[in-house]
């Protein structure tokens, strides 16, 4: 995935302990977002960033908060991770607002809560 | 009623046939739509975007848009075995950032 990478690509938590994913990219793209995918829901976004510093939230953001301290990295914080926050979480990027022309996505993580 | 919708599938083709994949979408003020293709345990890949009415062609891929029915459709021509993959189906309304995906349409091209 040219230009965007996840960190870590896997990881298995408790229920109740904070999570941190992180998304890098060297694109130099102004907007960022952070997807999760479960089977039978396709890809819902959490939350999503138009500049450093600036994010909102997506359909599905309870439970999460984002930070944009640098315009190449964007994190993911799962507060108190909970069974029902298992998912294959997915970054993405884009140079125009909303993605008009589409985007381009990280590799993923697959995240499990035990 | 979901936003986007496809068919799950599977769809099965043989190798060198047409593959026909659906989607519907209810926001009648939807600008954009996209195919993405997703391997099995990797990320989605864009493979085309149409905003206008009508066909737009890119290779062995041709997306249509008929903004009257609401939906949108990719054929792919010349099936082959590499084109197994799950195709996601993708909206965005008019301004803003969302972009709503369907759950995806596996295809499965036979050799």
């Known amino acids: 995935d040219a230009g965007i990478t996840q960190s870590p690509r896997h990881k298995v938590t408790e229920t109740g302990t904070p999570v941190t994913l992180r998304c890098h990219q060297t694109?130099?793209?102004?907007?960022m977002y952070w997807y999760r995918q479960d089977p039978g829901h396709g890809l819902r976004l959490i939350h999503y960033?138009?500049?450093?510093?600036?994010?909102d939230k997506g359909e599905v953001s309870d439970g999460y908060s984002v930070s944009r301290s640098k315009t190449e990295d964007f994190l993911l914080t799962l507060e108190s991770a909970t069974s029902s926050q298992t998912s294959v979480y997915f970054c993405?990027?884009?140079?125009?607002?909303?993605?008009?022309?589409?985007?381009?996505f990280g590799s993923g993580t697959r995240l499990t809560v035990v | 009623q979901k936003e986007v919708e496809q068919n799950s599938g599977p769809l099965s083709v043989p190798e060198g046939a047409i593959a026909s994949l659906n989607c519907t979408y209810s926001?009648?003020?939807?600008?954009?739509f996209f195919w993405y293709r997703q391997y099995s345990g990797k990320s989605p890949e864009l493979i085309m975007f149409i905003y206008s009415n009508g066909d737009k062609e890119d290779g062995r891929f041709t997306a249509q848009l008929n903004k009257a029915s609401q939906y949108v459709s990719l054929l792919i021509r010349d099936s082959q075995p590499s084109d197994s993959a799950t195709y996601l189906c993708a909206v965005k309304g008019n301004g803003g950032f969302k972009t709503i995906f369907g759950a995806g349409t596996r295809l499965f091209v036979k050799a």
């Open positions: 926001d009648r003020g939807s600008q954009s």
């Open positions: 993405a990027i884009s140079d125009l607002a909303g993605g008009i022309y589409g985007y381009t």
């Open positions: 960033s138009y500049g450093v510093k600036d994010t």
């Open positions: 694109e130099n793209h102004r907007y």
